[in-house]
């Protein structure tokens, strides 16, 4: 089974944590499942930008992000190249290393939808 490196977060997992995911799992469904609350307001619809992640380590096992994916991305705090939305990043059996950016932009909260 594949495992996700989660790198050090200061709220959500200060110390780092290596979690074990399921393949064809999205990273989002396998963060949450292994405790990391990794902040998803839409539900895994493609709807936000708050599940960005960077992955540091596995990027090119990843399925290349949809159209719909990258619109949203463009919204995202700390884009990178490597950024996906851990909702609609599909685990393919790799292990990965991921970093959750400091911020998220949740414009359902901050009321800027």
């Known amino acids: ?17 290596v979690i074990t995911a399921k393949t064809g799992q999205t990273i989002c469904e396998a963060l949450v499942k292994g405790g990391v609350g990794i ?3 839409c539900e895994h619809a493609c709807a936000c930008s708050t599940c960005h992640v960077i992955v540091k380590e596995g990027f090119s096992s990843l399925i290349p992000a949809e159209e719909d994916e990258e619109d949203m991305l463009d919204k995202a705090w700390g884009l990178q190249p490597q950024s996906r939305l851990s909702c609609q ?8 290393t991921v970093e959750i ?13």
């Open 1 to 17: 089974m594949p495992q996700i490196t989660v790198l050090p977060h200061q709220e959500l997992c200060p110390e780092g944590v």
């Open 39 to 41: 902040e998803h307001a």
């Open 89 to 96: 990043a599909f685990i393919d059996g790799k292990d990965l």
């Open 101 to 113: 950016p400091k911020y998220s932009r949740n414009f359902v909260k901050e009321g800027k939808s």
